[in-house]
């Protein structure tokens, strides 16, 4: 039997059929990469839901950023109803990594903000993975980054039973040896309290609560409780309880590492002496010095992270452990599960970037005393590693980057759409006046009057933020009403402006990069992509190819490339529109697909980035200058608030512009 129960009410179409048939083929002849090319439109997501269904392995999709990983975990939810789909993506609301700027001689310290509901979707995770096996994880590029060993969080789980011998003062002991905090008020997540003959205890894997019930020293009952309403949900035989943490390690590990330690603390030392670099040996003695009595003390430490070599027993240089370690494996150790990479020219650069970045950072550290070499250790996967850990990957793309044209042993195309939309015209025009042409602004002004006309809606995208904004201006002297959007455009303005956009409040939208993902305008017939021979990433063959998509959601939909000179990028951006467009329009005649524009409700924008919470959580968020001035711990409490709800719906848009403000009222209140 499956283990994968594809939702029914979905059924595949255009391409789709064709593009699952080859990629499941592709998997059963062992093909270790292929890439699914699907242009704008396609469903590439379902057709990805349906070979995971076919292939019946876990499978992990990466996605580039939160964002866009909580749309495709929502989306995989709607597919995937019966089985396991669950969200893992960096648990920081607020993380700036420690480091040092020798050149300005400042030292900066590591400071984050633990969100805790996405440290609870973390380990449900990871515990799905490791007791079920229908588990689909959406994750972001976090995923390569160190996690404590599968190995030891799963040998420190607690099976609890009814009508086991096991005392009540031992049953707590145990809570607290796995990392459980306890407390006599109100219970959270990773905590538990004992009252009377019962102990109460609320796992970091779910919002619920298991009230264990004792006569004498045997479990007598286990109710699962709801934990606002204090009502019960189940009774149960057995439970199993996971460490609070990722990082386990037992006491043995613990002294081991002391003394491993100890004695890299000891050669460090040395050798920062013989290099006469006496200050950074004295600065580092004492940080390691402090850092182990921390240790030792309370079981934790600042930055304990650093460490994580000695307590894992690892070697120098050897990767750690990291989310794709809890994916299933075969005997001989290779994985056995289904990677797929979303938006790959985006995601693929983002991994093998990764490493890189963090490596100077740490090398910095080490070699003024910060640290310990052993902290480089505490690290991003490599690429190498991480292609080494993930087996068969199907990277998915409307247009593929090198790497992905590179590796793949097989490309499936996926151009037919569906709804029969065909993608837009391209014309070129030149950007000075030349014959009946205007120029690149008055053309386009023309152009965009004439679907304004017809209720339509245009775009125009330029290569800096200030000729978008001086564009917007001169439109509305014009008569076009206009607007301009671009990265210094706050969030929730750019959902308001989106928004208004579709709603035919304003006919023009401007900007600057329009290839973020969720930019979905049915209503745009029409785009004018100015200065398109300016050879560059906003004029890349990729880019152009994404912003020409945008058109593509309009039966009327067309794109002016506005150049003096046909650059290369320019060129196969015409040529591969040309090729999809003839694909699609060969297939609606020969199936009688008449193309309709796609309908799609105006809060849309609004139901993907904010939900309605969100405009109570706006007004909250409001700084209130009178509140920072008279009582701004009261405003700093209120906005942690606000941006722990903007979380807890994936809302990471509201929670990131909350988390700027609260970096700001800190810098007001020092």
Known sequence: MSLFKLNTRFQPAGDQPKAIKELTNGLKKGYKHQTLFGATGTGKTYTAASVIADF??????????????????????????????HYFVSYYDYYQPEAYMPVTDTYIEKEAMINEEIERLRHASTQALLTRKDVIIVASVSCIYGLGSPAEYE???????????????????????????????????????????????????????FRIEYEGSTISGIIELDPVTRSIRANHDVIFIFPAKHFISNDEQSKRAFTTIKKEL?????????????????????????????????????????????????????????????FPHKKDGSPDFLTV???????????????????????TLVEFGFRLPSAKDNRPLKFHEFEERVGQTIYTSATPGPYENKVSEQTVEQ???????????????????????????????????????????????????????????????????????????KTIDRITILTEFRKGKFDCLVGVNLLREGLDLPEVSMIGILDADKEGFLRSETSLIQIIGRAARN???????????????????MKETERRRNIQIAH????????????????????????????????LVKID???????????????????????????????????DEIIELKKIML
């Open 155 to 209: 040998k420190e789980n607690l099976k609890i039973s009814k009508g086991m011998d096991f005392s009540r003062a031992d049953l707590i002991r145990r809570f607290v040896d796995i990392h459980f905090n306890r407390t006599n008020a109100d219970l959270e997540s990773g905590m538990f309290r004992a009252v009377g003959n019962t102990v109460e205890i609320m796992p970091v894997n779910d919002k619920t609560i």
């Open 555 to 573: 039966v009327n939909g067309r794109v002016i490339l506005y150049a003096d000179t046909v650059t290369g990028s320019m060129d196969r951006a």
């Open 266 to 326: 000891e050669e460090r030392l040395d050798c920062l002496k013989k290099s006469g670099k006496n200050l950074e040996a004295e600065r580092l003695k004492r940080r390691v010095t402090y850092d182990l009595a921390l240790i030792k003390e309370i079981g934790y430490c600042n930055g304990i992270e650093n460490y994580s070599r000695h307590f894992s027993g690892k070697t120098q240089g050897e990767p750690p452990d990291s989310l794709l370690s809890y």
């Open 415 to 489: 151009v037919i759409r569906p709804t029969g939309l065909v993608d837009p015209v391209v014309d070129v025009r030149p950007v000075a006046e030349s014959g009946k042409y205007a120029g690149q602004i008055f053309d386009f002004i023309s152009e965009a009057e004439k679907v304004i006309k017809k209720g339509d809606r245009a775009i125009a995208t330029t290569l800096t933020k200030k000729m978008a904004e001086d564009l917007s201006e001169f439109l509305k002297e014009k008569g076009i009403k206009a607007e301009y959007l671009h990265s210094d455009i």
């Open 341 to 363: 990479i979303d938006e790959s020219h985006v995601t693929v650069p983002q991994l093998n970037g990764m490493y890189a970045g963090d490596a100077s950072r740490k090398e």
């Open 56 to 85: 019946d392995k876990p499978a992990l999709v990466i996605a580039h950023n939160k964002t866009l990983a909580a749309q495709l975990a929502q989306e995989y939810r709607e597919f995937f109803p019966e089985n396991a789909v």
């Open 625 to 659: 200058e009178e509140l920072a001035r008279t009582n701004p711990k009261k405003l700093m409490k209120m906005k942690e608030c606000a941006m722990e709800e903007a979380v807890k719906v994936l809302d990471f848009e509201t929670a990131a512009i909350i988390r």
């Open 588 to 619: 609606n005649k020969k199936n009688g697909i008449t193309p309709t524009t796609i309908i799609k409700k105006i809060h849309d924008i609004t139901d993907q980035l904010r939900s309605e919470h969100d405009k109570a959580v706006h007004e």
